[in-house]
């Protein structure tokens, strides 16, 4: 099938280059013309596991490409997938107004009827003004627009395994043939039919994705709902760390215990910094709003939002007790990105973090392995180190703000003699405190004795 992208960030290439995995062709295009030469060029402009290998076989296969030109981009599909940016409004309100750009975009530039699927994440009715706005602009063509929503619900550092594995493909629809093109798009992904780029020789067993067909306010709702949800759960799990502490339970054996509960689920269930990313805070956040404009008061997901906030102070409180004085210390950064395997650093608790110490007087060097580039911009005072070990040398706290594989693997002697003092605040509670202790550390962590 002919298929264009609109955005080509995180969920856009994401979408573009796997559905060209799976045989579609694919033409994929942004406002952002500097993005759409990098990706001319043969570079990628994020860091995405298994990502580049992806797109840059669609494109030697002649299955995918990037276009500058929108209208001409928007003509070439007969499918339309909107994967633009909803940030945050200053009041927490998605912003919309990437999507009602798209509607004006593909209303006035199509010359032939389409299928517009909302992939970007919006509140619950957003498809019915996408639809209004799509008749409007093009009232003068006569041109049929049908819409549809498909929520996705990839996770970076994971998405093209996410994307090609799924464990649900939800479609909002409204008629057949939306339901009969989504269908003929995703047929590769439900029946198992396409050479997975990431497991070889074979891709693991479990069952196929659940089909969910459904009407278009509720996809949009089951994605909002669906963060919200995990959002809560990381501050519920959070209020139960900050209890362990204070009756001298661990919090890694009552979470480990609860994951084993099939109603509960191991999943999102870490004690730390807290929730970050492009995808959490803003989704909650436009929940929250959305519920309130529709006149629900939904206190509790507010609740999981100041908890979320809370968590900061939290950590900088407990590096204050241990160093006494924060101002004129040198302190060792690991870990930038929101999450591990990403170089995403949107609202990334790490930034937060060290933006507060700064503030405070500290001198701070800190490294990642994948983020550092994007870091830069937005932390002017910071140091950026060529190696964990550079992060270490000479600091008198060394904290850990990204869970990186990498980072537990570390020479930890050789930390421990490069530093002014051995101190580790683990804000991901990646360590064995025992380990740490017996390796001559102080070591704190999030949840856990002491
Ligand atoms: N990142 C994730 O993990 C993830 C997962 C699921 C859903 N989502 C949702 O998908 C959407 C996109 O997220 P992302 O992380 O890919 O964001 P992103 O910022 O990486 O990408 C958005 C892209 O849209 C482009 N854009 C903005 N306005 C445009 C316009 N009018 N025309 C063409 N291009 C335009 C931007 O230049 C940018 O490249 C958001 O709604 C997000 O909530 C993100």
Redesign the pocket.
């Known amino acids: 099938m002919k298929i264009s992208v609109?955005?080509?960030?995180?969920?856009?290439l994401v979408t573009g280059g796997c559905l060209a995995e799976i045989g579609h062709q694919v033409v994929c295009?942004?406002?952002?013309i500097v993005?759409i030469r990098t990706l001319e060029s043969g570079s990628l402009p994020?860091y995405e596991p298994g990502l580049d290998a992806v797109i840059a076989k669609a494109r030697r296969d002649g299955h995918l490409s990037f276009h500058e030109n929108?209208a001409d981009a928007v003509d070439f599909g007969e499918v339309i997938f909107i994967?633009?940016?909803?940030p945050p409004l200053p009041n927490g309100d998605a912003d919309l107004s990437?999507i009602d750009?798209?509607a004006r975009?593909v209303a006035t530039s199509a010359r032939g009827p389409k299928l517009v699927i909302e992939?970007?994440?919006?509140p619950a009715q957003t498809g019915q003004e996408l639809k209004r706005a799509l008749s409007v602009y093009g009232r003068k063509s006569g041109i049929t627009f049908l819409v549809a929503s498909n929520?996705?619900?990839?996770?970076?550092g994971t998405?093209v395994a996410d994307f090609l594995h799924p464990d649900r493909i939800v479609v909002g629809v409204e008629d057949e043939i939306a339901e009969r093109q989504l269908k003929e798009i995703y047929g590769p992904v439900l029946e198992g039919k396409f050479n997975c780029p990431i497991h070889a020789p074979a891709c693991p067993a479990g069952p196929p994705p659940a089909w969910l067909v459904t009407t278009i306010n509720s996809a949009e709702l089951i994605k909002h709902a669906s963060n919200s949800f995990l959002a809560l759960k990381i501050s519920y799990t959070n209020m139960v760390a900050d209890l362990a502490e204070r009756l001298g339970a661990d919090i890694g054996e009552v979470t480990r215990a609860m994951g084993m509960d099939p109603r509960i689920g191991p999943s999102f269930l870490n004690a730390g910094l807290g929730f970050g990313?492009?995808?959490l805070p803003?989704?909650l956040q436009a929940f929250v709003h959305l519920a309130e404009r529709s006149g629900v008061d939904f206190s509790l997901l507010k609740e999981a939002e100041k908890i979320n906030r809370r968590r900061m102070d939290h950590f900088v409180e407990k590096i204050r007790r241990a160093l006494w004085v924060i101002r004129g210390k040198k302190i060792g950064v690991l870990g930038l990105a929101f999450k591990p395997n990403t170089d995403?650093i949107r609202f990334a608790p790490a930034i937060d973090l060290i933006q507060l110490l700064v503030a405070d007087g500290a001198c701070v060097r800190a490294y990642d392995p994948e983020a550092m580039e994007k870091a830069r911009t937005v932390l002017p005072k910071v140091e950026f180190a060529p190696s964990a070990y550079d992060a270490a040398q000479g600091a008198e706290a060394l904290l850990i703000a990204t869970e990186w594989e990498q980072f537990r693997r570390l020479d930890w002697e050789r930390i421990r003699e490069s530093m002014a003092r051995p101190l580790v605040l683990d804000g991901r509670n990646m360590l064995s405190p025992l380990e740490m202790k017996t390796r001559g550390f102080e070591y704190f962590s999030i949840g856990r004795p002491d």
């Not at 609109?6 to 856009?12: K, M, N």
């Not at 295009?29 to 952002?32: A, E, K, M, V």
């Not at 994967?83 to 909803?86: I, S």
């Not at 929520?151 to 970076?156: A, C, D, G, I, N």
């Open positions: 609109i955005g080509a960030g995180y969920v856009g295009t942004d406002s952002d993005k994020i929108l994967c633009v940016g909803t990437a750009n798209v975009l992939k970007s994440t919006v929520p996705e619900f990839l996770r970076e998405a990313g492009f995808c803003k989704d995403d």
